[in-house]
């Protein structure tokens, strides 16, 4: 299908256009159960089970109390730029008394993990 200014689009699913629940709908077509939006934190992995994921973490608080320059890596698509946000939001309430020194660096021609050569 064609849209009045030449946009591709398919439509998925049953569309029922006087719906008042847009987004749900859209969900729905999508396969996105709603007990998605139910989630606990049982549903979560333990990030102690991450590979170094202890020693980074008090390696940061470390130079977050030294008030070390600190830059956090980020992709650049739209949940890279979303989870740094959400990464430094959380520092700043947790760290409020500190005067944090963090920087943010988004990935050149790429959006996903570490560049370890350029």
């Not at 591709?8 to 159960?33: H, P, Q, T, W």
């Not at 070390?68 to 947790?94: F, R």
Request: aromatic content about 6%.
């Amino acid at each position: 299908m064609n849209n009045e200014i030449g946009i591709k689009y398919k439509l998925i699913g049953d569309n029922k256009y006087d719906s008042k629940d847009i987004f749900g709908e859209v969900l729905k077509n999508r396969g996105v159960d709603e007990r998605i939006f139910r989630a606990t934190k049982g549903c979560l992995p333990n990030p102690k089970e991450f590979k170094n994921m202890e020693l980074g973490a008090k390696k940061l608080i470390k130079h977050i109390k030294k008030g070390s320059n600190i830059t956090a890596l980020c992709d650049s698509d739209p949940d890279g730029i979303t989870s740094i946000t959400m990464l430094i939001k959380y520092i700043e309430k947790t760290f409020e008394s500190k005067k944090l020194n963090i920087r943010t660096k988004l990935h050149k021609n790429r959006t996903h993990g570490i560049i370890l050569k350029e």
